[in-house]
C-alpha cells in the first residue's frame, strides 16, 4: 500500500524545514508593516509647496480631486480637496504639480475610516481679484511663485511686479480709477489678462 504524502522523507523533510524556517510574511498588524520607499501610497497636500494653481485636478484620471473657489467670503479662498477613497494612487498629481512639493505621493498604505472625512485631505489658499471687473485673477501664492521663478522678467507684466511689491510694503492697493469700464490709467492696477488686453487699448 502506498504511503501517505506526509509520511515521504522527501516531503517530511520539507515540512520540518518550513516549520523551523521564520515566516515570509510580515507581521502586521502584530508589528508596523513600512513598505518599500517606492511604494506609492496615498497622496498628500502640502500646504507650504501648494500654490493652489489647480493642475493636479485637471490631470487626475479619477477626477478625486475637487477646487472650489469661495468668492464671497474676505479675503476669498480656494479649497483644493482630494478624495482618497476614488484616488487609483497613479502619482500623476505629483508628477505634473509645477511646484514639484505641492503634493507628495506617501508611503501611507494602511487608510482604514469610517466616515468620508477620514479619507480627505484640504489645502486652503487666498484668492486675488482683479481690481477692475472685480472676477477672479489667481491664487495669491501663485502669483508670488511665479514673480519670484521670472525674477526681473516679471516687471514686464505690471500685475506680477505690483503684486509682488505688496508684500514688501511699497505698492499702494485700489489704484482702479472710478471708471466701469478698463482705462488706460488703469494699467497699474492688478487686472486680469482679459481687462488688462482693454485698457491697453483703452483711450
Ligand atoms: S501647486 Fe501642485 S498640489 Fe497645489 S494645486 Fe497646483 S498642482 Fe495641485
Ligand atoms: S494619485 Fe492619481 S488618482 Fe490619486 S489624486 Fe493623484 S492623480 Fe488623482
Known sequence: MRKPAFLQPRILKQAIVAALTPAYTTKFPAEPFEPQASFRGRPRFNAGGCIAC?????????????VIDDLVVTPPKRTLVQH?????????CERYCPTQEGIRMTTEWDNAGFKPEDFEDRVEKELVMCEVCGGLLAPADQLLW??????????????????????????????????????????????????????????
Open 54 to 66: 489647480g493642475a493636479c485636478a485637471q490631470v487626475c484620471p479619477s477626477k478625486c480631486i475637487d
Open 84 to 92: 482618497f477613497d476614488a484616488c487609483i494612487m497613479c502619482g500623476q
Open 146 to 203: 511665479l514673480a519670484e521663478r521670472l525674477g526681473p522678467v516679471s516687471f514686464a507684466n505690471p500685475t506680477l511686479a505690483m503684486f509682488a511689491g505688496t508684500g514688501l510694503g511699497c505698492v499702494e492697493k485700489g489704484v482702479k480709477s472710478q471708471s466701469e469700464s478698463p482705462l488706460r490709467q488703469d494699467r497699474m492696477a492688478m487686472q486680469c489678462p482679459k481687462c488688462r488686453r482693454q485698457s491697453a487699448w483703452a483711450a
